[in-house]
Antibody
């Protein structure tokens, strides 16, 4: 059974960078043909897709975040990561990592529990 | 970006009721639509993908239909555990986008 777990700081200062890791167990991120994604949810609001990375490292970013965003794979540690630079209060959210489904219709089948990130000085 | 508009934003219903949630895309997305259920403070749970395919393990009271720009999620007989927020998502084009959510309340 595939399991995902987000980790990282719960508090980031404005203008600094946010770095999150999604640790994957139950499957290899480099041999799986699935895509891996980040989605966030501001408190009390809906879901926003941040970006995807596929198993060979090709990335797809939300244009609204693209200039500040990097998603990468670490195959040796079997995790993928998110880095978002120059954060503001608008980046405060519950951040989820997820894995695409077997069908490959862009659905997210497996999700981490989420990590709550606050932005404050 | 493709906008996904859900209606209603909230709905009150009772155990045993049939409920339908609609999602309209601002442009055609073929059948590249998924539906999720999210309980408060929990991660989303995939219900339907490819507009109408039931995810393994999801009860058969959930069903999805539609193609192009209009999609529906139907729960045939509400159970107590179904009271949650539901989201549609399009994956036809990047950036993927979600509907604003429909809160299903008792």
């Amino acid at each position: 059974q595939v399991q995902l777990q987000e980790s990282g700081p719960g508090l980031v200062k404005p203008s600094e960078s946010l770095s999150l890791i999604c640790s994957v167990s139950g499957g290899s991120i480099s041999t799986s043909v699935h895509y891996w994604g980040w989605i966030r949810q501001p408190p009390g609001k809906g879901l926003e897709w941040i970006g995807n990375i596929d198993y060979v490292g090709t990335t797809y970013y939300n244009p609204s975040l693209k200039s500040r965003l990097t998603i990468s794979l670490d195959t040796s540690s079997n995790h993928f990561s998110l880095m978002l630079t120059s954060v503001t209060a608008a980046d405060a959210a519950l951040y989820f990592c997820a894995r695409g489904g077997d069908a490959g219709f862009g659905e997210f089948e497996y999700w981490g529990q989420g990590i709550l990130v606050a932005v404050s000085s | 970006d493709i906008q996904m508009t859900q209606s209603p934003s909230s709905v009150s219903a009772s155990v045993g009721d049939r409920v339908t949630i609609t999602c309209r895309a601002s442009q055609g997305v073929s059948n590249w639509v998924a539906w999720y259920q999210q309980a408060p403070g929990k991660k989303p749970h995939l219900l339907i993908y490819a507009a109408s395919t039931l995810q393994t393990g999801v009860p058969s009271r959930f069903s999805g239909s539609g193609s192009g720009t209009e999609f529906t999620l139907t729960i045939s007989s509400l159970q107590p555990e179904d009271f949650a927020t539901y989201y549609c998502q399009q994956a036809h084009s990047f950036p993927y986008t979600f509907g604003q959510g429909t809160k299903l309340e008792i």
